[in-house]
């Protein structure tokens, strides 16, 4: 690989500042893949994507939103990052959406924190769960599909137990297939 792949992520609406700091030393620091910046302006959560029957947010909607108004130039990779609870037609939820082989991605960490399961707050955890998710779908944006080592980072997490038990690194194989589509 050439050089690392630049990442910016970009905050939807409110989040604490501090966790998108220790994400972006996370994913450079464990990872030796990504240069990770952080955008200084937040963009607002589209009206729109909210749908009252669910209380959810639609994914596509907050995509495109990032998409229009991200200046993403200097950046390989643009990972939105929203605190509220994301689905598309035919899933209950989902923890984020990517453009496979692409440039956009989103995480919701709206179900990464124990507390959505009535568990005692833990921020190494919570942290833990987004550093995996980002990944994740950084991974889609490289062009992976997913992984069936359930270990492996690109494994597809149903519920927040897959999540906790894939790593937050690619397996052999899915590093192997990054070597060659990057
Ligand atoms: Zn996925
Ligand atoms: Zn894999």
Known sequence: MKSKIKV???PIGEI????????????????????????SKIIPIPKEAFNPLRKQYYSPIIMKELYLRTNSKDYDKVLGIIDRDLYV?????????????????????HRLKPQFY???PNEQLFLERMLKEAVHEIGHTIGLKHCRNKYCVMHFSNNILDTDIKGYKFCEKCLAKIFKLL
């Open 118 to 120: 009535g568990q005692l």
């Open 8 to 10: 910016l992520i970009q």
């Open 16 to 39: 604490r500042k501090e966790i998108i700091r220790k994400l972006a030393q996370e994913l450079n620091e464990k990872l030796n893949l990504f240069n990770t910046s952080i955008s």
């Open 89 to 109: 037609k035919g899933l209950n939820f989902i923890f984020g959406e990517a453009q496979l082989g692409g440039k956009y991605a989103i995480i919701s960490i």
